[in-house]
């Protein structure tokens, strides 16, 4: 007793001073959201008001005092996820991580997005207001660095602050356009399918891609290789920061509302992960406003709306990215062959620096169609040159000017002039305004290639009859302006013709789109209310009838009674997707038992790769009403020929056992939200223990799934449980009847200082279908209790 009397009178004191240790960090170390701070080049005070969710609302006399001010306060929220962002496209990550990250700052270095900077850069207007403003935004952030306090991410990975230039940003907007690209995990997967498996197998794929459609219609008013494929694939998944991924929008016109005015409403889906990707401010001057939404790094908006127009995007999913077999000269290595003789190749020398080892070198080869990606990633197979076009490298970027002009429109016809300039990545732009016009535009550089060229496969690199023939002008996008139907949406789905001929791409099932038109066709009468339930909406418009359609060719007189019972549940599962719901579980474990039988025995180690594509989104209604298909064969068994009802009978009985050993006898058990979950990992917290609870936010159950409304995304795979790896990055409601009282909410906080309270203070709210308001309204924003006011150093 002696004893343990005296170790508690030496631990308790320690631990008190550990406690109020931590204690004293977390609030030095915590954002300043109240208070005055001098900063150089302002020419005024500039004030701040912090909302309840940590939003800054930047009330300044000018627009150059207002970009500083938000760069300053940007970055003492999201200093490390800029961090983290900056060095992806540049190959520098090593640097932080070591050598298990070098493969990726092996792969992007080799991209050309660098390169594609400097060249974008030295063609800047300087004198352009958009380049002015993005140096008075990384002015405020190079402050921060100087003065404000070190994010404990810096000292826990053992990194030191660097300032930040407009190259920096330039390799934000090329890591986007790459996540936001399809064609490098499906291209190479399908010329793997074509050569090694045959033309039939491949057809079998391909012949799909234009049924089974819900398509983005236009309107126009009369006055206006596996190993690629994987590798890439893995690259993107586990990157430090949100890949991005698709999205859902659609605008309202004033004939469909109750109110009688536009409703604007946006979901980007983007990868999960802490902090989130956006950062929401507000910026006041006497002649700008705008309420926006911004990627780290990025000066202007994305996503914004003021009292006069709402925006926003969706993933266009446009074929931007293309691969060519080069050819190299037998007698000289140094050159490839092309239509006209033998070229150079342009050699490009790169250096990694790596954390606690040596530098390693490395060149890249560049045809006139790309970097040569041998050797850029790691174990592949294929010995033929193979380079990747890529639009976003290929043509002059004007991204600045894009984002600068979308914010800063004084009409739809600016507007529209602004997103007419962006070559890729391709998006769908949505657009509403308090004037009542509503609008829809495909924005890329599309192109025209010869007909009956397909370019979901390797094309020749030296013939010269694969090449582009003619760049589009944007006048032929797809577009829709007030449409006669009364709205506009995306749903990263198929968009309408193009000069006769659906335009090829990687576009997303019908699944949303479906549901989207049919509840907008539902009524005339929406409010922000109906407009906010719709966007927490749970139900497919697809899968129970994929679901039926698998069950009629299922032969119910080799099931068990216990097996009959499970399917009478998923008979009669409406396709939503509720905490309580059994069909979701049975489904889902089905549609991987289908599809394991369909295809692992051709695909191998691409199966997990194909299964969780938009190809098989996309062929999968049809393969399972193929009576003959080369898929339905197990090519592992030599004694027989497998067909569609084998193939379907045996899934279901695996489905049931494996349920049941999961999940328990009774089927009646089986909730969806004893197998789906949601985490936002922070790159820390992924080395698990005390770290991880101290930096991820959750895990949590949610409600939802892949492809419906609230797109709660995940992977196929056999252990049955389903990790939400991504999903609505924000969920935005602008009504103009009501412009001030608009709506939005992010999946877990404003800030990324996990020592902030507005680190996950939405996150509850978020898995609610909950909402706060973005706030326009000036008397209601000056009884804001934190109040910054940053004033000119002297």
Avoid: C
């Avoid at 190809?615 to 193929?626: A, F, G, K, M």
Wanted: hydrophobic letters at 35%; zero cysteines; proline letters at 4%.
């Amino acid at each position: 007793m002696k004893f343990i009397k005296k170790t508690l009178k030496i631990l308790v004191p320690v631990l008190i001073l550990l406690i109020v240790g931590v204690w004293l960090y977390s609030k030095t170390y915590q954002p300043n959201y109240s208070g005055e701070i001098a900063l150089k080049n302002l020419s005024e005070d500039v004030t701040i008001y912090f909302d309840e969710i940590g939003a800054p609302h930047i009330n300044a006399q000018n627009q150059n005092d207002a970009y500083t001010a938000l760069g300053y306060v940007h970055a003492q929220d999201r200093l490390w996820q800029m961090e983290l962002i900056r060095r992806i496209a540049s190959g520098r990550l090593s640097e932080i991580f070591g050598k298990e990250v070098l493969d990726k700052d092996i792969f992007f270095a080799g991209l050309g997005i660098e390169e594609a900077a400097e060249e974008t850069i030295a063609n800047l207007d300087k004198n352009a207001e958009a380049y002015i403003l993005t140096q008075a935004y990384l002015d405020g952030i190079n402050q921060f660095i100087e003065e404000g306090k070190t994010p404990v991410e810096f000292t826990l990975v053992g990194v030191k602050k660097e300032k930040y230039t407009i190259k920096d940003i330039y390799n934000v907007f090329g890591y986007m356009a790459f996540s936001f690209a399809v064609a490098h995990k499906t291209d190479p997967l399908l010329t793997e399918i074509k050569e090694k498996l045959g033309v039939s197998y491949l057809n079998e794929l391909l012949g799909s891609s234009n049924e089974n459609l819900t398509i983005i219609k236009t309107s126009i008013p009369d006055k206006m290789h596996g190993t690629i494929s994987k590798t890439v694939a893995a690259i993107m998944d586990d990157l430090p920061v949100s890949s991005f991924i698709g999205s859902n929008s659609w605008v309202i016109a004033p004939e469909k509302t109750k109110n009688g005015k536009v409703i604007f409403a946006n979901d980007p889906h983007i990868g999960f992960s802490q902090p989130s990707v956006w950062y929401q401010s507000h910026i006041k001057t006497p002649n700008f406003e705008i309420y926006g939404f911004n990627i780290a790094l990025m000066p202007f908006p994305l996503l914004g709306h003021n009292s006069e127009y709402a925006y926003g995007l969706t993933m266009l999913a446009n074929d931007d990215l293309n691969f060519y077999i080069e050819e190299n000269n037998p007698a000289n290595s140094a050159q490839y062959k092309t239509s006209e003789g033998y070229e150079n190749y342009k050699i490009i020398n790169k250096t990694i620096h790596i954390k606690n080892e040596k530098d390693t070198t490395f060149q890249v080869k560049v045809t006139k169609h790309g970097p040569i990606m041998n050797g850029l990633i790691s174990h592949l197979e294929d010995e033929r040159p193979i380079a990747m076009n890529w639009i976003y490298t290929q043509l002059n970027n004007e991204q600045l000017d894009i984002i600068y002009g979308m914010s800063h429109s004084k009409s739809l016809a600016d507007f529209q002039q602004a997103v007419a300039k962006i070559n890729a990545p391709g998006l769908n732009v949505m657009y509403g305004d308090a004037k009542d016009n509503i609008a829809w535009f495909a924005s890329a550089k599309l192109y025209q290639l010869r007909d009956s060229l397909s370019t979901k496969t390797y094309l020749n690199g030296v013939s010269g009859t694969d090449e582009i023939i003619e760049y589009l002008p944007f006048e032929e996008n797809p577009k829709a302006i007030n449409p006669p139907w009364h709205y506009v949406y995306s749903a990263n789905n198929q968009t309408d013709s193009v000069r006769g001929k659906l335009y090829p791409g990687y576009y997303q099932p019908q699944d949303r789109a479906k549901r989207i038109v049919e509840l907008l066709e539902e009524k005339d009468d929406f409010t922000k209310e109906d407009v906010a339930k719709m966007m927490f909406d749970v139900k497919s418009s697809t899968v129970s009838e994929i679901a039926n359609d698998l069950l009629k060719s299922l032969d119910k007189s080799k099931l068990s009674v216990s097996e009959q019972k499970v399917v009478e549940i998923l008979k009669n599962w409406d396709g939503t997707y509720l905490k309580n719901s059994v069909g979701a579980t049975i489904y889902n474990r089905f549609l991987f038992e289908f599809l394991k039988a369909t295809y692992k025995d051709e695909l191998g180690a691409s199966f997990e790769l194909f299964i969780n594509s938009q190809l098989q989104d996309e062929v999968l209604p049809i393969q399972i009403h193929r009576k003959q298909s080369v898929w339905w064969d197990d090519i592992t068994t030599t004694s027989k020929v497998e067909g569609r009802a084998e193939i379907i009978l045996n899934s279901f009985k695996e489905t049931f056992s494996f349920l049941k050993n999961q999940l328990g006898e009774n089927a009646e058990d089986w909730h969806w939200s004893r197998v789906i979950s949601v985490e936002h990992e922070h790159v820390i917290g992924k080395t698990g223990g005390l770290l991880r609870r101290f930096f991820n936010v959750g895990p949590f159950e949610t409600i939802g799934g892949n492809e419906v409304i609230n797109n709660q995304i995940f992977k196929l795979d056999s252990t049955g449980y389903y990790k939400v790896t991504a999903g609505p990055s924000t969920r935005r409601i602008v009504d103009f009847s009501d412009v001030e009282n608009s709506l939005a909410i992010l999946p877990t906080g404003q800030s990324g200082n996990v020592f902030s309270k507005h680190y996950k203070d939405q996150a509850q709210k978020f898995l609610n279908g909950e909402f706060e308001k973005m706030k326009l309204n000036k008397e209601e924003i000056k009884k804001s209790k934190n109040v910054l006011v940053l004033k000119p150093k002297k």
